[in-house]
């Protein structure tokens, strides 16, 4: 394909359409055969990390608190397993599946648990039912003149949800940037074995505990209770969160076409940056800095952020893009993967990733800074928004059209180890120029800022959360390019550097170890869920295994395993000893173990010769 009819497909790919108004939003994640029962659940993305199914006797769409109870209680009173299943579902790991035996659990969606219940304008606080999606709680906010301080920067989550991953968005100013420091109270219905009042379940109003905490007494601090959704013991129902007067963000991109060094300057960038971002392209060796700060309200500017790769894509260029990025893996053509990171990230760029500076309608980019509301600039997702047509237009990653499948690692880092870390990926970028290109056209590595916290499963530093999103087959059993290059940076990240993975987000093996990494904030965690639900019907297999109880693993192993991060690779089999991949040492961090491809000229048998070479 000609350069230029590939920057059209890829500009097209990356939407920058001028009529935005059409496009479908996301179908079901609850499937049932009949009516509401015999169903199976999944995620936005139609599959979890290991590709099973999560097959459920039936799902419930409570509208009120009082049949969220009803709900609870009657699964309860039949020692029923249960989830809480959100509208679109956006985590990738398999939170929402009931425990006990598989068909037989029952999910709760939140999807119509969506109102408004108070706003209290003087104190700056309102409180919401946990399903409401960001976008509608930032427009309820926005409409009495609030604003919160910090989000995810994609508004398809819900305040449950998101609350219940330890969602963020960039900052290492005052608590940080995860919702849950904003939570100041939050009702939760739990089971009960005995009758409560007649219901085998009852409500539970954290207010008054977090009361109790702010005058001093013992017991938890506000940011465990308001975390303690996570991985779900309870279902929670309303929260209570802390705004501040509606306010202006100032946005510049600031792109610095060399990564010298660039690591010693994250710490400063961060801290004097109160919603900064960084980009990094390490095969470009391109940093976009964004520079992001707060103005007051009187500030001109209508700004509003539709980032690109949220908004409603033509499911047919993002098909074909996709089968273009499946041809490079196939022929293993890394270096077409470069030149198309390259181009794509050029379109980025030129388009201002998104940003228009005089609200949506017909405008665009036309320049920095972009100055608009907090609540049009922390989050986008016009994608989610728009009118149905059929699949023409839809968020790229919908699966029901044949578009973007990729896994993505998303890890936390400490500020203390930071540098030591991007150092270490030159080394490896540096011995494998091409080797992350792939990862470039999915936003490269993408560091946001988090504090730490005194919720039971929060961060335990300050840390720079890194996303990193890179291509998935639609076979689990066959390798991607450059598999060792991306396993290492993943172990790296987990192990030598001890980072903390994102709860919503990563492949199984990222939560090898959490015990060990939260020590005793997990086990108080543990504790006050069994409190609360002590016959552990909302816990599950998934929950118990990331907490390392019962036994439970996250590890799965089998042929291919470590291909899908479902185990790290101890034997060939482990990764894909027929198609040339061997499990070998890391490159740089000599503990890693990654499935590496082996030349194939020397033949199978001395490839095995070289493996053992390699690794003793
Ligand atoms: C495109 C995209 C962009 C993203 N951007 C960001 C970002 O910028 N920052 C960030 O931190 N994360 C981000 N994420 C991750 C996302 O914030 C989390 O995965 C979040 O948990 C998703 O929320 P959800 O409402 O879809 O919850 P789900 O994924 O449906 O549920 C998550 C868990 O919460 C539980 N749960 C949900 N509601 C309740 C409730 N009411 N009571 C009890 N338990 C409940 C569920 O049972 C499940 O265990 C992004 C994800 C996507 C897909
Ligand atoms: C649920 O998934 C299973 C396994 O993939 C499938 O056989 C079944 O038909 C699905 N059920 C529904 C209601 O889609
Ligand atoms: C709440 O959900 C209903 C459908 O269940 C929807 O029609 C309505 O627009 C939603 N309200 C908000 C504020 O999102
Ligand atoms: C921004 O917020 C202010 C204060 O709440 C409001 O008056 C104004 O209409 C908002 N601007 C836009 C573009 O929504
Ligand atoms: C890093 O910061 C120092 C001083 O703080 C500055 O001189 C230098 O230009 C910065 N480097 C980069 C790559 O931004
Ligand atoms: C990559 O781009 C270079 C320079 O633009 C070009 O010479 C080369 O043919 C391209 N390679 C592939 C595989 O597209
Ligand atoms: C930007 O907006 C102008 C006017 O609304 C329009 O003519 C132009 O085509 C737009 N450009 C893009 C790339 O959307
Ligand atoms: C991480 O940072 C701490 C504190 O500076 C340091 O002691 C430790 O050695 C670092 N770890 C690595 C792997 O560099
Ligand atoms: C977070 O770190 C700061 C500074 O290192 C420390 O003073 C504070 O106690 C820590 N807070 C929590 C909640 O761990
Ligand atoms: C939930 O509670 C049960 C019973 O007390 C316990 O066994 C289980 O480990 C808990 N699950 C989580 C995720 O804490």
Request: proline share 4%; net charge neutral.
């Amino acid at each position: 394909m000609s350069r230029v009819a590939s920057l059209v497909v890829l500009l097209s790919t990356l939407s920058v359409p001028l009529l935005l108004v059409r496009g479908s939003p996301p179908g079901p994640v609850v499937v049932c055969r009949s009516g509401n029962s015999d169903c199976n659940v999944t995620n936005a993305y139609g599959t979890f990390p290991d590709r099973s199914t999560c097959a459920v006797a039936a799902v419930a769409f409570p509208a009120t608190e009082q049949e969220l109870l009803l709900a609870v209680s009657d699964a309860s009173a039949k020692k029923q397993h249960m989830k809480a299943v959100t509208v679109y579902a956006h985590s990738m790991p398999k939170l929402s599946c009931p425990g006990g035996p598989s068909g037989q659990g029952l999910v709760i969606s939140t999807a119509r648990l969506n109102r408004t219940v108070n706003v209290d304008v003087a104190r700056a606080r309102m409180t919401f039912d946990a399903g409401i999606t960001l976008r509608a709680l930032l427009d309820a906010a926005a409409a009495s003149g609030l604003a919160l301080p910090h989000s995810p920067y994609w508004q398809g989550v819900t305040l449950g949800g998101l609350l219940s991953t330890g969602s963020h968005g960039s900052s290492v100013f005052g608590k940080g940037s995860a919702v849950h420091e904003y939570v100041v109270g939050m009702r939760l219905v739990v089971p009960s074995p005995v009758a409560v009042d007649g219901y085998y379940a009852k409500i539970i109003s954290l207010g008054e505990e977090l009361g109790r905490g702010a005058v001093g007494c013992q017991g938890f601090s506000r940011r465990s209770w308001s975390y303690l959704a996570e991985p779900t013991n309870n279902s929670n129902t309303q929260v209570t969160l802390q705004l501040e007067p509606m306010f202006k963000r100032s946005i510049t991109n600031r792109i610095v076409s060399d990564d010298i060094d660039f690591e010693q300057n994250i710490s400063s960038f961060a801290a004097a940056t109160p919603y900064g971002d960084i980009i990094w392209y390490p095969s470009q060796a391109k940093v976009i800095y964004r520079d992001d700060f707060k103005l007051p309200i009187t500030t001109k500017g209508r700004g509003l952020n539709d980032f690109l790769g949220f908004q409603a894509q033509r499911t047919g260029l993002v098909a074909f893009s996709r089968a273009l990025e499946e041809s490079y893996e196939r022929t293993e053509n890394a270096i077409a993967k470069c030149n198309r990171s390259v181009i794509q990230v050029n379109a980025l760029i030129l388009f201002g990733m998104g940003l228009k500076n005089n609200d949506g309608g017909t405008s665009n980019f036309t320049g920095y800074p972009v100055i608009g509301n907090q609540s049009d600039m922390q989050s986008a997702g016009s994608c989610l928004r728009s009118e149905e047509d059929e699949l023409n237009k839809a968020c790229g990653w919908d699966p029901r059209f044949r578009g973007l499948f990729y896994h993505q690692t998303t890890i936390s880092i400490p500020f203390a180890n930071i540098t030591g870390f991007v150092a270490d990926v030159k080394q490896l970028r540096d011995a494998n120029p091409s080797a992350l290109c792939g990862t470039e056209l999915y936003l490269g590595f993408f560091m946001r800022f988090v504090r730490n916290s005194t919720a039971f499963l929060g961060k335990t530093e300050d840390a720079v959360d890194i996303d990193i999103t890179y291509y998935r087959s639609r076979d689990p059993l066959q390798p991607r390019l450059f598999e060792d290059v991306l396993e290492e940076v993943e172990q790296m990240a987990l192990f030598k550097y001890n980072g903390m993975p994102h709860w919503g987000k990563n492949r199984n093996i990222a939560f090898l170890g959490m015990r060990d990494k939260l020590g005793a904030k997990l086990d108080k965690f543990v504790d006050v869920m069994q409190r609360y639900d002590s016959e552990g019907l909302l816990s599950s297999d998934w929950s118990d295994a990331v907490l390392g109880l019962n036994g439970k693993e996250v590890v799965v192993e089998g042929e291919g395993c470590a291909l899908e991060g479902l185990c790290i690779c101890s034997i060939d089999d482990h990764c894909a000893p027929g198609q040339g991949y061997y499990c070998r040492a890391g490159q740089v961090y000599g503990e890693a173990r990654v499935c590496r491809k082996v030349e194939t000229t020397m033949g199978v048998q001395r490839a095995h010769d070289v493996s053992h070479a390699l690794i003793v």
